[in-house]
């Protein structure tokens, strides 16, 4: 299961930085992790100054559709 992030992102670039299979890529208003890059390690949640990642199965309610969204992002 991938994390995803929400619209809640900053863009503050850290999330990038620390993850490590490079999953993270920024989009035009924030980034996203490619769900079948990501190894699910949380890396970039605990760097995350703007609080925006969440594991797939955590995510708020109101953040739901974030998963297709990020999804759509790298079709």
């Known amino acids: ?3 995803v992030i929400t ?14 299979v490079d999953a993270i ?3 035009e ?5 490619n769900p079948d890059d990501c190894i699910d390690c949380g ?7 703007s609080e925006a990642i ?3 199965d955590e995510l ?3 953040h739901k559709g974030s998963i ?4 759509k992002h790298y079709e």
Do not use: D, R, W
């Open 54 to 56: 969440f594991a797939e």
């Open 25 to 27: 890529h920024e989009g």
């Open 68 to 71: 297709e969204e990020n999804a």
């Open 1 to 3: 299961m991938a994390h």
């Open 29 to 33: 208003t924030q980034y996203y992790i």
């Open 7 to 20: 619209k809640l992102c900053t863009k503050a670039a850290s999330c990038v930085e620390e993850c490590p």
């Open 60 to 62: 708020p309610e109101e």
């Open 43 to 49: 890396a970039c949640t605990a760097v995350c100054p």
